[in-house]
C-alpha cells in the first residue's frame, strides 16, 4: 500500500538472475537457436584470434609482438565472456568486469604501439624531442582551445605512459574490492543510495577511464601522420568502437533498466534482461570487431622512414609488416 494506491510488483521482478539449467529448460526452438548461433560465433572469435596470435607470435619480434597480441585481444576476450554472462547470468558482474579489467590493459597498449611503431622510446624522442604537442584534444580537453602546446620530451612520454597505465592497474584493484564489498552485500549496481558503495566507485572508475584516455589520444593525434601507412587510423577506430560498445553501450542498457524502460520478463528480472539483450549484441559486435581486426593485422605496408627527415626519400618497396 503506498499513497492509498495498491501496488502490485511481479515477484520475478525482484528476484535474482535465473541459473543455467532455468534457462535452457525454458528455451523455446527459436531461442535455441539464437543461444546456439551466438556461441558459435563467440568460439570463431576465440579460435581466430588463437591462430592471430600463433601468426603473430612467429612473425613479429619481441616485444611489439605482445603488445599487439594484446590489442587483438580485446574484442574476442569481450565476445568469450559476454557468452558466459549471456549463458550464466548471475556471473555477469564477474565477466564484465573481467572484460574491463583486460580492456584496462589494453588502453595502455594502444599507447605503448604508438611508441613502438615509431622506434621504441629511444625513436619516439628522437622524432619528436622539443617538438610542441597538441593537449587540447578529447575526452578532457578537447574544448580548451586556449591550452598552450606542450613540447615533447622524456618527462612528458612518461607522464603519458604513466595516465594510461593508472587506469590498468586501479581498474583491477578496484574490481577485486567491488567483488570483495558484493560478497559482503554492501556493492549492488542498482543500489543508488548515497551510502551504497557502487555510488562511489564506479564515478571514480569513470574518471579513471577518462584520464587514461586522454594521453593515448593526445599521442595519437600528434603522431599518426607519421602512420598512415601502416593504416594506424582504422586500427585506432577499432579501439575506439570497443570502448563505445563494450563501456557506453553497456551504461546506456544498464541505465535503461534501472530507469525500468527495459521491462522484467520472469525468470528474467528487468536488470537481468538488460544484461541478456547487452551480452548478446556484444558478442555479434565483437565477432565483427574481431573480423575487421584479423584484416587491419595482416596487411603488407610500406615501411616506416628511419626519421622524420626522410620521408620524402621512402622506397616505393612493399615489406611484410604486420602492423
Known amino acids: 500500500m503506498e499513497d492509498g494506491l495498491n501496488v502490485t510488483i511481479d515477484p520475478a521482478c525482484l528476484q535474482e538472475p535465473p541459473l543455467a539449467i532455468d534457462i535452457i529448460?525454458?528455451?523455446?526452438?527459436?531461442?535455441?537457436?539464437?543461444?546456439?548461433?551466438?556461441?558459435?560465433?563467440?568460439?570463431?572469435?576465440?579460435?581466430?584470434?588463437?591462430?592471430?596470435?600463433?601468426?603473430?607470435?612467429?612473425?613479429?619480434?619481441?616485444?611489439?609482438?605482445?603488445?599487439?597480441?594484446?590489442?587483438?585481444?580485446?574484442?574476442?576476450?569481450?565476445?568469450?565472456?559476454?557468452?558466459?554472462?549471456?549463458?550464466?547470468?548471475?556471473?555477469?558482474?564477474f565477466t564484465d568486469m573481467t572484460?574491463?579489467?583486460?580492456?584496462?590493459?589494453?588502453?595502455?597498449?594502444?599507447?605503448?604501439?604508438?611508441?613502438?611503431?615509431?622506434?621504441?622510446?629511444?625513436?619516439?624522442?628522437?622524432?619528436?624531442?622539443?617538438?610542441?604537442?597538441?593537449?587540447?584534444?578529447?575526452p578532457c580537453c578537447c574544448c580548451c582551445l586556449c591550452l598552450p602546446r606542450v613540447p615533447m620530451s622524456r618527462r612528458m612520454l612518461f607522464w603519458l605512459k604513466v595516465g594510461a597505465l593508472q587506469y590498468a592497474i586501479l581498474k583491477t584493484v578496484l574490481s577485486v574490492l567491488s567483488i570483495i564489498l558484493w560478497t559482503n552485500g554492501n556493492f549492488d549496481l542498482s543500489d543508488l543510495e548515497i551510502t551504497g558503495a557502487a555510488i562511489w566507485i564506479n564515478p571514480f572508475i569513470g574518471v579513471l577511464t577518462l584520464t587514461s584516455l586522454w594521453p593515448v589520444a593526445i599521442t595519437f593525434m600528434n603522431t599518426n601522420s607519421h602512420l598512415r601507412s601502416i593504416k594506424i587510423v582504422p586500427k585506432y577506430a577499432m579501439y575506439q568502437l570497443v570502448l563505445v560498445l563494450s563501456q557506453l553501450q553497456t551504461s546506456i542498457i544498464n541505465i535503461l533498466a534501472l530507469d525500468g524502460t527495459i521491462a522484467c520478463a520472469p525468470p528474467f528480472s528487468s536488470q537481468a534482461r538488460a544484461s541478456m539483450l547487452n551480452q548478446q549484441m556484444m558478442i555479434m559486435e565483437m565477432f565483427i570487431i574481431t573480423l575487421v581486426t584479423r584484416f587491419l593485422y595482416r596487411r603488407t605496408y610500406d615501411p616506416l622512414p628511419s626519421d622524420a627527415r626522410d620521408e620524402d626519400q621512402k622506397t616505393n618497396v612493399l615489406v611484410e609488416h604486420d602492423v
Do not use: H
Open 99 to 138: 572484460s574491463n579489467c583486460y580492456f584496462a590493459v589494453v588502453v595502455y597498449k594502444v599507447l605503448a604501439l604508438l611508441v613502438a611503431e615509431l622506434g621504441g622510446n629511444v625513436g619516439f624522442l628522437k622524432r619528436f624531442s622539443g617538438e610542441p604537442f597538441r593537449i587540447n584534444t578529447g
Open 25 to 93: 529448460k525454458q528455451l523455446d526452438v527459436f531461442e535455441l537457436c539464437l543461444y546456439a548461433m551466438l556461441t558459435f560465433m563467440s568460439c570463431i572469435s576465440l579460435l581466430l584470434y588463437l591462430e592471430q596470435c600463433v601468426y603473430i607470435y612467429k612473425k613479429l619480434p619481441y616485444p611489439k609482438k605482445t603488445t599487439i597480441i594484446w590489442i587483438n585481444g580485446a574484442a574476442p576476450v569481450i565476445s568469450t565472456m559476454a557468452c558466459f554472462g549471456m549463458w550464466i547470468p548471475r556471473a555477469v558482474m
